[in-house]
């Protein structure tokens, strides 16, 4: 019986990288098998340059500021969860992984969790509210080592 293969996805709001060789040490500074997803993270003021508008009352003519329905930064990490989770939904799918760790940013932690389809569940073995995204290579694979998620490097 084949033993099932382990991936780490390791996200936050903008960045994301699926670490998929566990247990290989290639000695590469920067793995080539590593699944790597970034979106253009525009600051909140970058997003809100377009005011609203402005609205006329139900009442006489009147005009006031309207005001924003949603969270656009928030709407944006929520669709980039969105297509994380559908691309590791499709590789699941395709047996490409069975268990999968995720250690994510706190608040798309929680956003992963609440889009997280039941097949996925079923795959998840562990997860950790912690933002590991801007780590080089080497120390990712070190805090992922220290979180009993990577085996260890070897001497």
């Known amino acids: 019986m084949k033993a099932k293969t382990s991936w780490v996805l390791v ?25 790597v997803y970034e979106i253009d993270h525009k600051q909140l003021r970058e997003i809100m340059a377009d005011k609203p508008g ?18 656009p930064v928030q ?9 994380l989770l559908d691309e590791l939904e499709r590789r699941h799918a395709a047996d490409e992984f069975g268990r999968l760790a995720i250690v994510a940013e706190p608040r798309m932690l929680g956003t992963l969790r609440q889009k997280l389809p039941a097949a996925l569940r079923q795959a998840v073995v562990k ?7 801007k780590l080089p290579v080497k120390e990712l694979r070190e805090a992922l080592a220290a979180l009993d998620l990577v085996p260890p490097r070897p001497g």
Do not use: N
């Open 127 to 133: 997860e950790v509210p912690k933002d590991l995204t």
């Open 54 to 71: 402005r609205g006329f009352a139900s009442e006489g003519a009147r005009r006031s500021a309207m005001e924003y329905r949603s969270d």
């Open 11 to 35: 996200a936050d709001g903008a960045r994301a990288r699926i670490v998929r060789d566990l247990g290989m040490d290639t000695g590469a500074e920067d793995r080539l098998d590593d699944l």
């Open 75 to 83: 709407e944006q990490e929520v669709e980039f969860a969105g297509m």
